[in-house]
């Protein structure tokens, strides 16, 4: 057993730890503040070969695997939740085109998602209806010609404002097929019959943009269908156990600033005569938190190199998504506790750090999902 990085991955952490402190910390209230998609840094990751850490060389990836790939998410993230989850989902849609895509899709779009002439790529698989259970989506594809037709809605599409490319799932199928009946589909953004609603108005990861979409007649080639017709669910499930790795590194970035914050706080807020670092009451919060953060780091390794090493990684990014988004919760509610009142207004990034780590517990399968994907593996022996 070996607890080292390679030279490789510690090289993408530190490119992706030096880009995120120098570019992207500085600018992560402001980003926050003025609700700005952080398009230019986006671009600034694809340079670094950040937009495909776990894609192929030969499509403009990094090639560097899946624990590199957590790695540059936890230091993106600990700069800035935002810019992680925009650069999340499009490696994970560019990760998904490269594994299910002909050659002509992966050479069409693959490249332009990790060079940055697309801004994002999005995943479009929820919907207002089908939210836990994509399995009841009611957007449909049908044939028509050499074409598809796509009509429907889909909801909460994260970067859906700038992506030049959406993987969205639609039924091929009738209703009673269920999870067998649901396609996969290339759609480029600006395709005519797409329409991109007014984004969201959140709690936290309030420099992401998280849209609606309609499909109104919204015609594709034939040859964009990504993967096999009505095999659509499970590459949304094989693309969604590797992103759930990728929300679990987000947090562990968010959850990680949020420790050093309180740390530091800590040592320099003075009460009753003495740093409050002084008091056991503190120190046993960071020593909670420090534990729980490095059980989160283990666990989300732990699943990165089952997946990089081709063996099954299901239940262990599921437990890798459960426990470090609650985990990095808790650690953001005792940093702010530990900053007190000034915890409590925008003075310090502790409020921003909690607002933003609440939706991991919610997006990619909620925790209540991940616990249903790790009790079947259980009960299945
Ligand atoms: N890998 C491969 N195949 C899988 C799989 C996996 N991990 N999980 C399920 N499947 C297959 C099953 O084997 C089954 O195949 P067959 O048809 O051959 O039998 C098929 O898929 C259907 O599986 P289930 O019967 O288990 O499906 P289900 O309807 O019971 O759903 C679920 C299972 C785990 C609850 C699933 O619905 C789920 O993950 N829900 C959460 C959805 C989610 O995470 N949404 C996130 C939206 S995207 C997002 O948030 C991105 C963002 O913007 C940040």
Redesign the pocket.
Known sequence: MDFELTESQLLIQSTARDFAQRRIAPQAAEIDRDERFPTELLKGLAELGLMGVNVPESLGGAEAGTVAYALAMTEVARACASTA?AM??TN?VGEAITRFGTEEQKQKYVPKLTSGEYVTG??A??EPGA?????GMRTTARREGNEWVIDGAKQ????GSYAGVFVVWARTGPIEA???GISAFLVEGGTPGLKVGKPEDKMGLRGSN?VPLTFENCRIPESNLLGELNQG??I???A??G??IG?SAQAIGIATAALEEAAAYAKERRQFGKPISDFQAIQWMLADSQTELDAARLLCLRAAWLKENKQPF?KEASMSKVFSTEAAWRICDRALQIHGGYGYTREYNVERHLRDVRVTR?????SE?QR??IA?NVLAG
Do not use: H, N, Q
């Open positions: 989850v999340g989902v994970m999005a995943f698989l929820s939210g836990s259970d994509p399995g909460w599409i994260t970067s269920g999870t067998r998280t669910f499970k949304a499930m094989m969604l156990d992103g759930r929300i299901s919610i997006y990619e399968g909620t999902i249903i994907v079947r």
